[in-house]
């Protein structure tokens, strides 16, 4: 009776630790301990325990529940509340988003006009700029065609000269600046061309002036050397002077006469400096070599009829002296528009032309039939 007491302890002890490791256990274990319990032959007990220990469960839980029933159904109204609220919210929060769709388009459009507006400013200023670097560009130019229509070339070639390494660096980026600085190479060209104008004019009032000139040197030495004027004045002269004042006479005005009081070389002076500035003063000078060599022979030919006329053998040699008096003057004055060896070299071809008219006015006076109308 007491053995059989014992053993039912002992099953009961091990069904309750089955039950705790099924309790315990993630559902690995439940296999092997179900087969303990059919092996041992305690299904009944097993299953009257299992189900002692469901209900026991099942009061615990009841317990639990009642004893948490105000605090849940609180917090079952609290959520009620928090559920309404959170509607309220939602509600809220989608008007709001409509009214920020509503702000944001409207912010989106003020911001596309405004970067547009900034776009505008910028191109604005930008032009501004560009028209402030033009402006010198087409004032200078603007003169610089005025000075080339009156003939004004020294300033014309400062003008050229600020437009090219002042202005016109600052604006080669713009086409027309390509038009303006073709158009500066023909306003060079125009200048040069004008130049040698000047240098024209100039060798024409040289060729109108070269026998006053020799006139006026040959009074001049001769009053040095003490010779009578009669061997350098030519007759007309000498009747002007005897209707004149002693203190007037011809003689006094060529005497007292200078050079640049009848030759303005003021053309020439600017015509080489006007080369000089453009880098032509080379080119410039063999052209005013090649006019004068030009030029020697036109005012060395003999006149017609010349050997009859004392008086016009001696404005032919004036008109000769006054030619080289001024290229003496001109090479003294300018440095490097003529040498001395170009010089040399004219008077020597000069100087073989007058020997021979001069042996041809010796042979003509010295015919008998002619002499008397020489002397």
């Known amino acids: 009776m007491n053995g059989e007491h014992s053993d039912g302890q002992l099953s009961d002890t091990y069904l309750d630790n089955i039950i705790k490791q099924l309790e315990i256990s993630d559902g690995s274990q439940s296999t092997s301990c179900v087969r303990s319990v059919f092996v041992r032959n305690d299904a009944g007990t097993f299953l009257r ?58 912010l989106a459009k003020k911001t596309e006009a405004l970067i547009k507006e900034y776009h505008r400013q910028s191109n604005i200023q930008q032009t501004i700029d ?11 130019y603007r003169k610089l065609q005025e000075c080339m229509e009156e003939k004004k070339l020294y ?17 080669k980026e713009h086409r ?29 009032n040289v060729a109108t ?27 007309e002269d000498r009747k ?28 020439i002076y ?16 063999k052209h005013y070599q090649r006019e004068k060599t030009k030029q020697a022979p036109v005012i060395m030919d003999v006149p017609p009829r010349m050997h009859e006329s004392f008086d016009a053998f001696k404005k032919y040699l004036q008109r000769v002296t006054g030619f080289f008096i001024v290229e003496d003057h001109v090479m003294n004055t300018t440095e490097g528009l003529i040498d001395q060896r170009f010089y040399y070299e004219l008077c020597e071809r000069a100087t073989q032309q007058l020997l021979a008219v001069l042996r041809r006015a010796v042979d003509f006076c010295l015919q008998p039939s002619t002499s008397s109308g020489v002397i």
């Open 49 to 106: 325990k299992l189900d002692e220990r469901i209900k026991y469960y099942d009061n615990e839980i009841e317990k639990l529940c009642n004893f948490q029933y105000q605090s849940f159904v609180k917090s079952f109204h609290e959520l009620l509340q928090v559920r309404k609220d959170t509607t309220s919210m939602k509600n809220e929060l989608v008007k709001n988003n409509q009214m920020m769709q509503v702000a944001g388009q409207s």
């Open 209 to 235: 002036h070269a026998d006053k000139i020799g006139k006026s040197a040959f009074a001049q030495a001769a009053t040095r050397l003490d010779i009578d004027r009669r061997y350098y004045t030519s007759e």
């Open 240 to 267: 002007k002077d005897q209707q004149q004042p002693v203190d007037g006479t011809i003689d006094s005005a060529l005497i007292n006469m200078n050079i640049t009081e009848l030759i303005d070389f003021s053309p």
């Open 155 to 171: 300033p014309a070639l400062k003008l050229l000269e600020q437009l090219e390494t002042k202005h016109l660096v600052l604006v």
């Open 130 to 140: 560009a028209l402030s670097q033009a402006f010198p560009v087409f004032e200078t």
């Open 270 to 285: 600017k015509s080489l400096h006007i080369n000089l500035f453009l880098n032509c003063k080379e080119e410039f000078s």
């Open 176 to 204: 027309w600046s390509e038009l303006i600085q073709h158009n500066i190479a023909k306003f060079r060209n125009q200048i040069r061309n004008e130049s040698h104008n000047e240098l024209k004019n100039f060798l024409e």
